[in-house]
């Protein structure tokens, strides 16, 4: 068995820390085929844990990469002249070609073989050469990202799904190194917003997003790139001061979500971006690439079949990658209606920038940075729809806050579903399909699909582009989530109970 071979096409996170765990654990001979070294993107993020991770697994290439990052706590908001800054996340930033290169380096010093991509190498091997291959133990695993070459030669048996994010993106960099977080402007077109990253003492990493149709105004499409850049120069021209943008990705593109329906197929497999993809503002491709890896070496180790190891190892990925790319998606949604988001005040903005995500919640956030959640309570309180005379003093949650609904004043936003505020819900206009209300409030089902940002979408919709204020009907619900919702001003309370709240015919 130690002589089985492992192929491993794609020199991205994912490729090195395989060869690097596969020599590590004493595994035979192994090749990695490089690809032209394209040094692509500028500066990525990476959660601390991940950090951990990589140093507690291997402390030589650990170390080097927490050398190489930078690390910050706090994330500034800022939009069209106010800013604000919240707390209570340790995130590091790190220059991708200086990731590349410490797990190139650990690799070529564990004895790793390099050899140059070669362009039919993907396709040459399909599965039935495979499987009628003499070292009947080798292993073949695509590892080469987003665009797999290896994927799309066996399309047929890893049956991927590829969707398209309703936003477009520019992943660029400044010559500056900024204070971590978002820049969010209004232009003529609608919002643009800018994810912002310091990834070196001079440099910083900014993904810049907006719908297709803002991207169009800014330039007309088929714009040299140099006019581009400089139109966005212009547009955050208050937060880069001197330094300039430059395109790393160009043109403007939708974000990919990569899912393949199988992992494995005979003796090829499927690991990082090759496999899945996340949206990029959830940081994440990074660490689940490596993860992957880590799985997938530990089952070869463990597993004489390769196939029987192919299996344990996706039986134990694809339940986390697929949680991952739930939150991924909750993530993009938001930011694809960020138009949306930015007439809030500038803290429950940020606030609702923040628990996009379903880890963050009030109370999470509460916990690590309470003047900032105290500073989103007083924006609630000074919503027309909270009489703010009334809002008892110390009361730290939102769902205790006082609600006007037409000429009465509720003391609080949770409901039964017999309550008179769910009873007296009657059908007095229809606002659109399928979502009856009253003139003073509307009762809007809970959506039946995705996480936090998804399933309230109607009802924020509602709320934040109609005006109106809006109860949320669910079967049930924890008191951190109702905080939650109301808070990021995504709803203003909740009817709770299986019938609470239906429209009444
Ligand atoms: C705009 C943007 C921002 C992002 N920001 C972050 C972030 O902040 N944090 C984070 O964790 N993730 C981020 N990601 C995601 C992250 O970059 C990927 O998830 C991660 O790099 C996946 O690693 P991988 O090794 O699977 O694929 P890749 O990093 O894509 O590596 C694949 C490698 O294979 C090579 N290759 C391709 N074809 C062949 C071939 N035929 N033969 C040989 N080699 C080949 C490529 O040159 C490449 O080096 C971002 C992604 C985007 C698009």
């Known amino acids: 068995m130690t002589d089985r071979r492992y192929t491993i096409v794609g020199d991205g996170p994912a490729g090195l820390y395989l060869a690097i765990e596969l020599m590590r654990a004493g595994r035979g001979r192994q090749v990695v085929v490089s690809a032209a070294r394209s040094a692509l993107g500028t500066g990525i993020v990476l959660d ?163 719908l297709p149709a803002v991207a169009r105004t800014i330039a007309a499409p088929g714009s040299d790139r140099r006019i581009v850049e400089r139109k966005l120069t212009q547009i955050f021209a208050d937060q880069l001061g001197a330094a300039v943008l430059a395109a790393v990705t160009f043109p403007w593109r939708p974000f990919r979500t990569v899912r393949a329906g199988r992992w494995h197929h005979g003796r090829h497999v499927l690991i990082g971006d090759a496999a899945h993809t996340t949206h990029y503002s959830v940081g994440s491709g990074t660490r689940l690439a490596v993860e992957d890896a880590i799985a997938l070496a530990e089952a070869l180790t463990a597993n004489p079949d390769p196939e029987a190891a192919f299996a344990v190892y996706a039986a134990l990925r694809r339940p986390v990658v697929l949680a991952l790319q739930d939150d991924a998606d909750s993530s993009r949604i938001w930011f694809e209606d960020i138009g949306r988001h930015v007439r809030l005040p500038a803290d429950q903005f940020a606030f609702a920038l923040r628990c996009r995500r379903e880890v963050n919640t009030f109370g999470w956030l509460a916990r690590r940075d309470p003047a900032f959640t105290g500073r989103v309570l007083r924006a ?69 699909r995705g996480q936090r940002v998804e399933r309230s979408r109607a009802a924020e919709r509602l709320r934040n582009e109609h005006g109106l204020t809006v109860l949320l009907r669910v079967p049930e619900i924890s008191d951190d989530e109702a905080d939650t919702l109301i808070a990021a001003g995504r709803i203003d309370g909740c009817v709770v109970g299986p019938k609470g709240g239906e429209a009444i015919e």
């Open 48 to 210: 601390a844990d991940f950090v951990d991770l990589l140093e507690h697994r291997d402390p030589v290439s650990g170390r080097r990469i927490r050398q190489a990052c930078r690390v910050w706590s706090s994330v500034r908001i800022a939009a069209g002249g106010w800013e604000t800054v919240t707390g209570g996340h340790l995130i590091h930033g790190v220059s991708r070609a200086a990731l590349i290169g410490i797990l190139r380096d650990r690799a070529a010093e564990l004895g790793v073989r390099f050899v140059p991509a070669q362009d039919d190498l993907a396709s040459s091997r399909d599965a039935d050469d495979a499987d009628d291959a003499d070292d009947a133990g080798d292993v073949f695993v695509g590892a080469d990202g987003a665009g797999s070459a290896v994927r799309a030669a066996m399309a047929a048996e890893f049956k991927p799904e590829i969707s398209e994010s309703g936003s477009v993106y520019l992943w660029m960099r400044a010559g500056a190194s900024f204070a971590p977080g978002f820049w969010v402007a209004e232009i003529d077109g609608g919002t643009i917003v800018a994810h912002v990253y310091p990834y070196a003492a001079d440099q910083s990493a900014l993904v810049v997003e907006c």
């Open 380 to 448: 609630l309180a000074a919503d027309r729809r909270c009489p703010a005379e009334e809002v008892p003093a110390g009361i730290a949650v939102p769902r205790l806050m006082p609600l006007r609904l037409g000429d009465r004043v509720v003391g609080g936003r949770i409901f039964g579903a017999d309550s008179q505020i769910a009873v007296q819900a009657p059908r007095t206009y229809q606002i659109s399909d399928g979502i009856r209300g009253h003139p003073d409030y509307v009762v809007v089902p809970v959506g039946d």
